[in-house]
């Protein structure tokens, strides 16, 4: 069973920074991609960033190019989300997924096969 556990959600004045994780568990994911979406109320789904777990090679949505950044650790099984000169408008529930067959369609929410229970992210003006 896959399980995705978000964490490192919270509260940060403009400008901050805050670090998402993801620990995932129930299988080997070395030829999985793992993304990080956003969700506003009323809105849909987005990327905000994926990563192949076993090349490293990552991918922008592109309001948060240059500010934010993906990584994984192999050992611990973990994604991060590094943001950094959070803006207001990021303010979102942040959700970890996971596309088993490394979908073309990456930026697809509907792509991912298993998700984490999502962490908000609130920045203050």
């Known amino acids: 069973q896959v399980q995705l556990v978000e964490s490192g959600g919270g509260l940060v004045q403009a400008g901050g920074s805050l670090r998402l994780s993801c620990a995932a568990s129930?299988?080997?994911?070395?030829?999985?991609?793992m993304g990080w979406f956003r969700q506003a109320p009323g809105k849909e789904r987005e990327l905000v960033a994926a990563?192949?777990?076993?090349?490293?090679?990552?991918l922008y949505g592109d309001s948060v190019k240059g500010r934010f950044t993906i990584s994984r650790d192999n050992a611990k099984s973990t994604v991060y989300l590094q943001m950094n000169s959070l803006k207001p408008e990021d303010t979102d529930v942040y959700y970890c997924?996971?596309?088993?067959?490394?979908?073309?369609?990456?930026?697809?929410?509907?792509?991912?096969?298993?998700w984490g229970q999502g962490t908000q992210v609130t920045v203050s003006s």
């Open positions: 997924a996971v596309d088993l067959d490394v979908s073309v369609y990456y930026w697809r929410p509907d792509e991912y096969d298993y």
């Open positions: 129930g299988r080997t994911f070395s030829s999985c991609r």
């Open positions: 990563i192949r777990w076993y090349s490293g090679t990552t």
